[in-house]
C-alpha cells in the first residue's frame, strides 16, 4: 500500500513495495532534474525496514541551487511533482506527489525534500535513515512512541500533536547519530583553541592539547561539532587546519552537545587514555567516552 488521506494518522507494517516506489521515484526525478541532482535517496519512516510507518514515500534530493530545481517547476509538475511553496526557502523545498494535489482525490503519496548539497538538512535525513537501520532497538522506541501517537491523534485535528510528539526522540536521536556517523572517519579540523589557550568563558581552564571543529557541521548547541586533538604535541595556530582520524566520541549527558576526540592516522588510545587527556574540560560534565 501506498498513499494516505490527507490528514490521516496510521502506521503499516513495512512493505518492500515502498523501497520498489522510492526507486522508480528517485529514477523518474533523476530523469527530470538531471544534472541538478548533487545526490539523492530514500529517507523518512519508509526506508527503515524494521517499524511500521506512515505509506507515504519520503525522498530526500541534494542540490546545488534552489533556483535551478525551480526551473524545471513545469517539468516536475508533468511527472506528478507539485511544488508547495514556503515562507523560508533557506533551508529546502517541498514538492508532493498524490491525487490531493493534482484534485482528482484527497490522498497523499510522496514528499520531495529538496535540500543543500552538504547541508545538515541533507546530512540528518541521512545519518537518521541509517542509524535506526543499524540499530533496531532504537527504532523499536521510535515505532513505539509513533504508534502510541498516531492512535491519540488519528485525524487531522491531531496530526500537529503527532508531529510535535515525535520531535524530542528526533533531536536526541539525531544528535547521537551524528557523532556516530564520523566514527573511524578522516576530517579535517579547524583549531579555534590551540595549547595553550584559554576557554574564552573559563579563563581558567587552560588547553594542554589542541581544540576545534568541523566546519559547517553543527552539534547538539547549534555550534559546529567540537573534536579534541589528541598525539599532536606542537601548537596548531589558531585558524590553521589539521587533517586528523575521529577515534572517539564523547558523550555528555547533562549538556546539549556531544564532542569528538580525533588522532593523526595510525594513532590509537584507549577510551581510558582519551578521557585522562581532556579531563581538564570534562570533569566539569558528566560525560564518557566510546572508541571503535
Known amino acids: 500500500m501506498i498513499g494516505l488521506k490527507r490528514g490521516t494518522v496510521a502506521l503499516y507494517n513495512h512493505d518492500a513495495e515502498w523501497e520498489n516506489e522510492a526507486e522508480r521515484t528517485i529514477s523518474v526525478l533523476k530523469e527530470t532534474l538531471g544534472e541538478v ?91 537518521f535513515r541509517d542509524y535506526l537501520n543499524a540499530n533496531e532497538d532504537v527504532a523499536k522506541q521510535y515505532e513505539a512512541l509513533k504508534t502510541s501517537l498516531a492512535e491519540k491523534n488519528p485525524e487531522d485535528k491531531g496530526r500537529e500533536k503527532y508531529l510535535a510528539g515525535k520531535h524530542d526522540f528526533i533531536v536526541r536521536t539525531l544528535r547521537t547519530a551524528l557523532v556516530k556517523s564520523y566514527l573511524g572517519k578522516t576530517v579535517t579540523v579547524e583549531i579555534d583553541r590551540p ?70 592516522e595510525g594513532m590509537s588510545f584507549t577510551a581510558k587514555e582519551i578521557e585522562n587527556i581532556i579531563r581538564f574540560q570534562e570533569q566539569f560534565y558528566n560525560s564518557h567516552v566510546e572508541t571503535e
Open 37 to 127: 541532482v548533487c545526490d539523492i535517496a530514500h529517507v523518512g519512516s519508509t526506508s527503515i525496514k524494521s517499524i511500521k510507518a506512515k505509506p507515504i514515500i519520503d525522498i530526500a534530493v541534494a542540490v546545488k541551487s534552489f533556483e535551478d530545481v525551480l526551473k524545471n517547476e513545469g517539468k516536475l509538475k508533468e511527472n506528478g511533482f507539485y511544488y508547495r511553496p514556503a515562507d523560508d526557502l533557506n533551508e529546502q523545498l517541498l514538492f508532493a506527489c498524490g491525487s490531493f494535489y493534482d484534485g482528482t482525490g484527497d490522498e497523499q503519496t510522496h514528499f520531495i525534500h529538496v535540500v543543500k548539497k552538504d547541508s545538515m538538512e541533507w546530512i540528518n535525513y541521512i545519518n
Open 195 to 264: 595549547i595553550g589557550a584559554p576557554h574564552p568563558k573559563h579563563p581558567e581552564i587552560i588547553y594542554p592539547i589542541n581544540y576545534g571543529y568541523i566546519p559547517n557541521v553543527f552539534g547538539g548547541d547549534g555550534e559546529e561539532l567540537d573534536v579534541y586533538i589528541l598525539g599532536i604535541d606542537e601548537k596548531i595556530e589558531e585558524g590553521d587546519s589539521t587533517t586528523v582520524k575521529i577515534i572517539g566520541i564523547v558523550y555528555r549527558k547533562d549538556d546539549v552537545e556531544d564532542k569528538l576526540a580525533a588522532a593523526p
